[in-house]
């Protein structure tokens, strides 16, 4: 339970890091690590299929495209943060973290979970057989993707 | 189990928070999609944390797996516009993208 | 074969870039428009006799073996692929022509292709998470589509519009998460079944409201409408006719009510609230729609109203408001998209969107302000066109419910309606012919087609408007109409 709070409040800090830090890589290597801990908090949580995609796509393949982009978009010249919203956001998060943590202790009572069996069948079981459509939807959803790159980077031979 | 989950919970709508706050304030392009990260790292937890605390760990992992996969997809999107946009303008800030009024 | 649907899109859009490269033009739109075209006959001849005696659940087999992909078609989706396809092939045609110079217009028919493929498997989707996986699919389609032509006025465009949709997504997920931690299961049965049995009336509201929050920002309900003004005039024509036409209504209108009438049930204080948030839009924005300088955008706020006269009669709930509400739905479809094609028509004609620098382009562009003025006086609500029948069966369907203000209100903004498009069609149609518009020509052949196929049939529409009903709108208001039994009847997976 105490290891669960650290690594999520890990999770959390990392986060903020990479919202307010005024440089980019430095923002970019706050979300990798990040991501490494929720990873790693899927896997406590029984879920080494979805802490192994976290790590290697998001901490991995996204913080790469991340660079990417600060590379190539150097020319857009650093953009100087307001200092208003790094000053205003403790006031920002205590509030909302009050509010948070009322609501939730709120609810506590009150919310009815339906009991049900536990899972049945492995993994690959539920992903290959129950979710099928779900994969159908992944193919789609990284055509599209991948289109929309193609698209976006498509060489013009004119245009009117 | 139910104390778990609002716990986690509780901290995926911080997560959520803190990425809305991204997208609300920041004058980078490149901190909103930090922003769109953070709160994708919320609904990924939301999902995980909720398959966690009703032992239902399969389905909560086949939906995040898919949830991430389409993360991908927009992270690649979203990047392919802002360089196309830095191209244009020459520019990070989005105080320059208001030409278009809602 | 229910999953052709899906199949055939997503086949041909993954083939087409390889295509493309042998044959630039030819090959590309004759494919596409293919799919369009087998999908649209599929829709309008077999469906039917698919779900005569009910909805089906039908699993697809793949040489012989349960794939466990199983799809559920009753008469809401068959209506929906009809109309998904029918508008898409009109689009489709209409590029054959309008996106000659955009370049690439093989991974154009792709993206196309990928959005088709997005909507018609939200519709077929008998699962909250696939539908939200679908509608993910259409939207990464639709960002690439609205930024086509890399001007910076798209790329803009875009950009708010995919910031904004991936706040609505995280809502929608947030939305799915509490309700598969109350019940276990993310397909319509096992949660509606799941939610029957638990009194989970503030969780379910507070479901809602994401939802509403969520699917309302794709529908561009007021107030969450924000991004559709800049993002359909700044597509290109075809993209801003078929994002206007079907996927505002797809991923915003048709899953949120099928959510809130085959899962949630829907609740009095549901029905209040779609019905008051669609008003509002109807006003609001039909307001907004009146000083509009640019022809498109004030298309755009013109859906923003429309969609809210959908939301409207569905919201109602009772059998005559939905019947209205998806009519509606249909008639829009077919006469925005065809406002917005022939808007693309008259910018490349005159190279302007601004309405005051335009005028009596209709001696030179008799087809396009013909069948322009056809669209318009359609969604205006003027007889016989299919626009006046279903405003009518609304506003029937309201003053039937007692909701007198409601419809007063509906009828006041329909005449709100009637004064801006008269506005368009005379500043850009009739009038005076300017000088420097003497020499334009009327549009290109396979873009003509388009529109006058669409004319056609919201005049078709409206003259057998008994007939239409009857065959196609009843059965789908009906699978609306049964509310949570036609998820638990379809049964889990």
Known sequence: MIGQIL???????????????????????????????????????????????????????????????????????DVRESKISTLVFPVFFILVGLIDIFVMKGLLPKLQILQSGAETGTFA???????????????????????????????????? | MIENWFLILGFSAALLAVGLYALLTMRNVIKLFI????ISKGVSLALVGTGFARSHVLLAQSLVITFIVVEVSIVATALALIINIVRKTNSLDVRKLTKLRG | MIFLYIGLPLLVAAIL????????????????????????????????????????????????EDTGIAL?????????????????????LYSINYMEHYGSKSVYYALLLMMMTGMN????????????????????ASYALVAYGLEYEELEASFKYLMLSVVASAAILIAIAIIFGMTGGVGFAAVAEGLRALDSRAAVGFCSA????????????????????????????????????LLI??????ALTRIFFNVFGLTPALSEVLMWTGMVSIVVAAFLAVGQPDMKRMLAYSSISQVGYIVLGIGLGTPLGIAGGLFHLFNHAVAKGLLFLNSGAVQQATGTRELDQMGGLAKRMPLTAGTSLVGALSITGVPPLAGFWSKLLIIIALVQARQGTLAVLAVLASVVTLWYYLILQRKAFFGKLEERWKNVKEAPFWMSLATVILALISIGVGIFFAATIRSWIQPASDALSQGVQAALSIGGF
């Open chain 3, 121 to 140: 498997g939200l519709v077929l989707a008998a699962d909250l998470f696939q539908v939200y996986l679908f509608l993910e699919v259409a939207a990464v």
């Open chain 1, 7 to 77: 690594l999520l409040s890990g999770l959390l800090l990392f986060s903020i890091l990479a919202v307010l830090a005024k440089d980019l890589i430095k923002s970019a290597i706050s979300l990798a690590l990040a991501s490494l801990i929720l990873g790693i908090i899927f896997f406590l949580m029984g879920a080494p299929y979805a802490g192994v995609f976290e790590i290697s796509v998001v901490a991995g393949l996204i913080t790469v495209l991340f660079m990417l982009t600060i590379a190539l978009t150097k020319a857009g010249g």
């Open chain 3, 72 to 92: 559920a078609v009753d008469g809401l989706s068959l209506f929906m692929l009809m109309a998904i396809a029918l508008i898409t092939l009109c689009v489709g």
């Open chain 3, 210 to 245: 994401l939802f509403l929050f969520g699917f309302g920002l794709k529908a561009a309900l007021v107030p969450f409408h924000a991004w559709l003004p800049d993002a359909h005039p700044s597509a290109p024509a075809p993209i801003s006719a078929i994002l206007s036409g």
């Open chain 2, 35 to 38: 922003g769109f990260e953070v």
């Open chain 1, 125 to 160: 079981e539920v992903l290959w057989k129950q979710r099928t459509f779900d994969l159908v939807g992944q193919l789609a959803v990284i055509l599209a993707g991948v289109f929309a790159v193609l698209a976006l980077f498509r060489k013009k031979d004119n245009h009117d």
């Open chain 3, 249 to 254: 209504k797809v991923s915003g209108v048709y």
């Open chain 3, 17 to 64: 870039p390889l295509v493309g490269k042998i044959s630039k033009r030819f090959l590309p739109d004759l494919l596409a428009n293919g799919v369009f075209l087998t999908l649209f006959v599929l829709a309008l001849t077999s469906g039917r006799r698919l779900i005569g005696s009910g909805p089906v659940l039908q699993h697809f087999r793949w040489m012989g």
